[in-house]
C-alpha cells in the first residue's frame, strides 16, 4: 500500500481495519509458530502483512528491507512489534475520528506547537480549501498515472530517500568482486532451500523414516545458512561504503568523479548502517586510516625516521671500533643530525658518549724499529 493510513478515506480505512485484523488473527499466528516450513503461500501472507503495515511511516524502512532481502524467517519477531505499534497509531487515528475536527476553536493559531487535533483540523481545511479552489480554477492538465521506476544508483538524485526500496542488483558496484559474484547466487540458494524444505515438509506428512526427511531439511538449513550469510556481508560492506563516504577522503574524491550525490547515497545506505553492532564505525576508521594513501605515507615516514634514528643510536653506541679521529668527527656529525631527528632533550645523553670518546682517543701505536 503505498497510501497512509491517515490519508485514507473513511471506507478506505473501514476495508483495511477488516483486512489487517484478519490477517493478525488468522495468518500471523501461523508465522509465528516456531515449526512454521516457510512455504511458499507463507511467504506470501507475509508479504501481504508487509504491504498492510506499509501504510505507517513508521513501518516504511522495515518494509523495505523485508521485501528486499525476503528473510521474512529473521523478521518475525520485529513485525510483531511494528503489528503492536501500528494497533496502537490505529487506536489514536480512530479515537481522532470520533472528535468534530470542524470545530473552529481548533483552527485559531497561538504561540507554540499546535497539538495533533489542532494539525490534523487545519489538514482538512486546507484541503477543503484546495478542493474549492480546483472546483473554481480547474487545472489545465488531466493527471497522469505516474509509475516508478528502479532507482540507477550511479544517478542516485534528491528524489531517492531514506528507506528506498532498492534491489541488490543495484548494490553490486558499491561491492566487491567476490561478494557480487556470491550475490549472483542467492536466488538459486533461496530456490533450493525452499524446495528441499517442501520436500521435507511433504515425506514428513507421508510417514517417511525420519532419516529420509532429515536429509532434506539439512540440504534446505545448508542452503538457507549459506545465503544468510552472504546477506551479512552485504549489510557489513554497505555500512563499511557509508561510513567511507564520510570519512574516506580518497574514497570520496572517486564518487565525486562519477557524479554520485553522496548524501542522498548515504540516505540510502544508512539502513545497513543501522544493523550494525557498536563499535563498527570505529574499526572502519582505522582501516582506513591504515590503508589510506595520505596516512600510508604518514606512517612510512615514522617508519623510515625511526630506522635512522635507529641507525644513528647503534653507530654511537659501539664498544668494538677505536675512537680514532675520523670516528669522532663521524659521530659529532650524526648527533646534530639525530638533534634533528629527535630533539635536542633525547639526544643529550648521546653528547656524553661524544665526550668520553674524545676523553680515550685512539693512540696509534709507533712503530719501533727491529
Known amino acids: 500500500m503505498d497510501k497512509l493510513f491517515s490519508t485514507l478515506s473513511a471506507e478506505e480505512r473501514q476495508a483495511w481495519i477488516a483486512d489487517f485484523q484478519t490477517w493478525v488473527a488468522s495468518k500471523f499466528p501461523i508465522l509465528e509458530d516456531a515449526s512454521c516450513a516457510w512455504s511458499s503461500e507463507d511467504r ?8 498492510l503495515i506499509n501504510a505507517f511511516p513508521f513501518c516504511r524502512s522495515f518494509v523495505a528491507d523485508s521485501l528486499m532481502f525476503q528473510d521474512y524467517n529473521r523478521r518475525v519477531t520485529a513485525m510483531r512489534r511494528c503489528i503492536n505499534q501500528v494497533l496502537e497509531e490505529v487506536k489514536k ?8 475536527l470542524s470545530d473552529p476553536k481548533l483552527l485559531i493559531r497561538h504561540r507554540g506547537r499546535p497539538t495533533k487535533l489542532e494539525q ?3 489538514a482538512l481545511e486546507e484541503e477543503r480549501k484546495q478542493k474549492e479552489a480546483e472546483t473554481e480554477h480547474p487545472s ?9 521506476e528502479p532507482v540507477a544508483l550511479h544517478t542516485v538524485s534528491g ?3 531514506y528507506g528506498t526500496l532498492l534491489h541488490l542488483d543495484q548494490w553490486k558496484w558499491l561491492m566487491s568482486k567476490d561478494l557480487q559474484e556470491a550475490v549472483d547466487t542467492i536466488r538459486d540458494l533461496r530456490s533450493n532451500a525452499a524446495a528441499a524444505a517442501e520436500k521435507a515438509k511433504a515425506l514428513a506428512e507421508a510417514g517417511v523414516e525420519p532419516d529420509k526427511v532429515s536429509v532434506y531439511a539439512k540440504e534446505a538449513a545448508k542452503s538457507t545458512e549459506a545465503y544468510e550469510r552472504i546477506y551479512e556481508r552485504v549489510d557489513d560492506e554497505l555500512a563499511t561504503v557509508y561510513v567511507r563516504l564520510k570519512e574516506d577522503s580518497t574514497y570520496k574524491k572517486q564518487m565525486l568523479k562519477r557524479k554520485v550525490q553522496i548524501p542522498e547515497l548515504r540516505s540510502l545506505l544508512r539502513p545497513y548502517y543501522d544493523r550494525q553492532p557498536e563499535g563498527f564505525k570505529e574499526k572502519v576508521i582505522q582501516h582506513i586510516m591504515d ?3 595520505p596516512q600510508a605515507a604518514i606512517r612510512d615516514k615514522h617508519k623510515a625516521l625511526k630506522c635512522r634514528v635507529d641507525a644513528i643510536r647503534k653507530y654511537l653506541l659501539r664498544t668494538d671500533k677505536p675512537n680514532t679521529q675520523k670516528r669522532i668527527q663521524t659521530m659529532t656529525e650524526r648527533i646534530k643530525e639525530l638533534e634533528k631527528l629527535i630533539g635536542k632533550t633525547e639526544t643529550e645523553p648521546y653528547y656524553k658518549v661524544l665526550e668520553a670518546a674524545k676523553n680515550n682517543p685512539y693512540v696509534k701505536p709507533k712503530k719501533t724499529k727491529a
Request: glycine content about 6%.
Open 44 to 51: 506470501e501472507q507475509m508479504a501481504y502483512g508487509l504491504n
Open 93 to 100: 487515528e480512530l479515537s481522532l475520528q470520533a472528535i468534530d
Open 120 to 122: 490534523k483540523a487545519r
Open 140 to 148: 489545465l492538465f488531466e493527471e497522469a498515472e505516474m509509475k516508478n
Open 159 to 161: 528524489a531517492a530517500g
Open 291 to 293: 590503508n589510506d594513501p
